[in-house]
Nanobody, 121 residues
Framework: QVQLVESGGGLVQAGGSLTLSCAAS????????MGWSRQAPGKQRELVAA???????NYADSVKGRFTLSRDNAKNTVYLQMNSLKPEDTAVYHC???????????????WGQGTQVTVSS
């Protein structure tokens, strides 16, 4: 299994920056992808950014040029650097990982508990 521990959320003014971290731990063979999604009240969950073990990244159009996702494979940790934050970035951000547990030949998706990001205008 894979456990994900998130940190770094909080309150920031518009135009400010925050960095979210997500560390994966547990008993697994590998983690192929990690990333972040977010969900604002009354809205559907949105994939924000994802990164593969080979450091290939993709971003939602709404965050391109403002958010940067990086990964430390040795620590199984990803970092989401969020700059030029806007009030519409306010949401609960959830870390996710596609990991292969020891008992399986397939990857499974795992999700963190979520961390609140609030951007005031």
């Amino acid at each position: 299994q894979v456990q994900l521990v998130e940190s770094g959320g909080g309150l920031v003014q518009a135009g400010g920056s925050l960095t979210l971290s997500c560390a994966a731990s547990g008993s697994f063979v590998s983690i192929s992808r990690m990333g972040w999604s977010r969900q604002a009240p009354g809205k559907q969950r949105e994939l924000v950014a994802a990164i593969t073990s080979g450091d290939n990244t993709n971003y939602a159009d709404s965050v391109k040029g403002r958010f940067t996702l990086s990964r430390d494979n040795a620590k199984n940790t990803v970092y989401l650097q969020m700059n030029s934050l806007k009030p519409e970035d306010t949401a609960v951000y959830h870390c996710y990982a596609a990991g292969r547990p020891l008992w399986s030949d397939y990857d499974y998706d795992y999700w963190g508990q979520g961390t609140q990001v609030t951007v005031s205008s």
